[in-house]
C-alpha cells in the first residue's frame, strides 16, 4: 500500500468484516443444526452464497462506473450492520436464514471493490504481493472469528453473539473512513449509471471478449465446481466436528482457524512467488489440494479418538488453508492480469458470483446428503467435484506472466 497509514486502516477493516462474516456463519451453522438438521444448516449457506453470488457483480460494476469505491463499502458495511438486528429481535431458524443472505448482500461488496483497490496500488510487478497483504489479513479475521465462535458457543447466549457481531461489523464501517480511494471519481447520471450496470452485469455478445483471454471463462467454471465442493462442506463442518467427531465447542473453533490461521501466511508467501513465477500452477495446485481436503474431512473419523485424530483435524484444516491461498493468489492475480482498463472490480465481482454458484448449490446439497447418508459420505462424494475443477483448469487456463521477465503475456 501507499502507506502505512493506509494499509492499517484497510487491514483493519477487512480483518474485522471478516471476523464478523464468519462468527456469524459458525454459530448460525451449529444453532440451526441443534434446532433442526444437517441440511437446515446448510440452507444458512446456500442464502449466504446466493447473496454473494447476486450482488458481488453490482457492487463492483457501481464501483467502477462512479469510482467511489470507499463510499461503495462505507454503505454496504453500514447494510451488513442492519442485517443482523433482525436475530436479536426473532431468534429462529427462518430468521436465521434469512439474515444470513441479506448479510451477505452488503458483504459482496467488500471483496471485489477492496481487493480493486490493492491492486491498483501494487501495480503490475507487486500486485501478487498486494493482493496477498489484503488476503493475509482476510485470513486473519476468519481465524479469528472461527476461535471466537467456539468460545461464544459454549459460554454465551445466542442473542448476546449477535450483539457481538453486529459490534466487530460496526468497527469494520468505521475503520473505512481513513481509506484513501486511488481510483478517479465519476459522477454519471441516473440513467447512465443504471444502462451501464445493466450492460455489465449483462454484456452483449461483441461485449465479451475479454472473459475468454487466456481461458479466463474455464478459471470460472472450476471455481464455481470447486466451492460447490468446499463450500458445501465447511457449510456444515462445525456441527459435524462437534457431533460426529466429538470435539467441544472450543476445540472445533480452534481446529477450523487453522484453515485461515495458515493462510495468513501463505497468501503472503505466495503472492511474492507468484510475481516471480506465474499464475497457472498455483491455481491448478490449489483445486487439487482443494480434493484432497475433502477426503481427509471424511476420514477424520477413521483416526483413533484423542490427541492423533486432533492432530490429524489440524493437518487437515491446514491442506485446506495452503490449497485455497494457491488458488486464490493465483486466480486474483490471472483475473487482474487479463482484466481491460476499467474493469477488473467487474471482473473480480464475477469470481465472486462463480464461487456463489458454487456456495448456493453446494451447502443445501451437502448438507441434503449427509442428512440421508451421513457426513462422510457426503463430504468424500464433494470432494470428487474438486477433481473435475483440477482437470479444467489444467487443461483450459493459459499463463499470463512470465516472471523471468516481469511481463503480462494476454490474449487480445
Avoid: C
Avoid at 502507506?3 to 456463519?25: K, Y
Avoid at 454473494?52 to 467511489?68: C, E, K, Q, V, Y
Avoid at 458445501?232 to 490461521?261: Q, W
Avoid at 487479463?338 to 472490480?345: D, F, L, T
Amino acid at each position: 500500500m501507499t502507506s502505512r497509514r493506509q494499509w492499517i486502516a484497510l487491514g483493519l477493516a477487512t480483518f474485522t468484516r471478516f471476523s464478523g462474516a464468519i462468527l456469524m456463519g459458525t454459530v448460525l451453522a451449529v444453532i440451526v443444526e441443534a434446532r433442526a438438521s444437517a441440511f437446515a444448516a446448510g440452507l444458512v449457506g446456500t442464502a449466504y452464497y446466493a447473496g454473494l453470488m447476486s450482488f458481488s457483480p453490482f457492487w463492483g460494476a457501481l464501483a467502477d462506473i462512479t469510482g467511489r469505491r470507499r463510499l461503495v463499502l462505507i454503505l454496504t458495511g453500514i447494510g451488513g450492520l442492519l442485517a443482523v438486528l433482525p436475530l436479536v429481535i426473532a431468534d429462529s431458524v427462518p430468521v436465521a436464514i434469512g439474515s444470513r443472505g441479506v448479510y451477505a448482500v452488503f458483504l459482496a461488496g467488500f471483496t471485489p471493490v477492496a481487493l480493486a483497490i490493492a491492486s491498483h496500488h501494487g501495480g503490475t510487478t507487486g500486485r501478487g504481493r498486494s493482493i496477498g497483504l489484503l488476503n493475509s489479513a482476510r485470513s486473519g479475521g476468519f481465524s479469528f472469528g472461527y476461535v471466537v465462535s467456539g468460545a461464544l458457543l459454549e459460554y454465551v447466549t445466542p442473542v448476546d453473539i449477535y450483539w457481538i457481531i453486529a459490534a466487530i461489523t460496526a468497527v469494520s464501517t468505521v475503520a473505512l473512513v481513513a481509506v484513501d480511494d486511488p481510483t478517479p471519481t465519476h459522477s454519471p447520471t441516473i440513467t447512465g449509471l443504471l444502462a451501464e450496470t445493466r450492460r455489465r452485469l449483462f454484456p452483449a455478445p461483441a461485449d465479451r471478449r475479454h472473459l475468454f483471454r487466456n481461458g479466463l471463462v474455464w478459471l470460472y467454471v472450476a471455481v464455481a465446481l470447486r466451492n460447490v465442493a468446499v463450500l458445501g462442506i465447511m457449510a456444515i463442518i462445525a456441527p459435524y466436528l462437534i457431533r460426529v467427531v466429538g470435539v467441544a465447542e472450543f476445540t472445533m473453533g480452534v481446529l477450523l482457524a487453522f484453515n485461515h490461521g495458515s493462510q495468513v501466511g501463505f497468501m503472503y508467501a505466495l503472492g511474492i512467488v507468484s510475481d516471480r513465477t506465474g499464475r497457472k500452477a498455483f491455481v491448478v495446485v490449489g483445486m487439487a489440494g482443494s480434493a484432497v481436503f475433502g477426503l481427509l474431512a471424511a476420514g477424520l473419523t477413521l483416526v483413533p479418538a484423542g490427541a492423533l485424530r486432533l492432530l490429524f483435524g489440524a493437518g487437515t484444516f491446514v491442506v485446506l488453508g495452503a490449497s485455497f491461498s494457491a488458488m486464490t493468489i493465483g486466480g486474483l492475480a490471472f483475473i487482474s492480469d487479463v482484466a481491460p482498463p476499467g474493469r477488473e472490480s467487474e471482473l473480480m465481482g464475477l469470481r465472486e458470483t462463480a464461487k456463489g454458484v458454487g456456495g448456493v448449490v453446494g451447502p443445501a446439497a451437502v448438507g441434503a446428503v449427509a442428512t440421508v447418508s451421513g457426513y462422510e459420505a457426503a463430504f468424500a462424494a464433494a470432494s470428487l467435484l474438486a477433481i473435475i475443477a483440477t482437470a479444467v483448469v489444467a487443461r483450459g487456463l493459459r499463463e499470463t506472466y512470465d516472471g523471468k521477465s516481469g511481463t503480462v503475456v494476454v490474449d487480445p
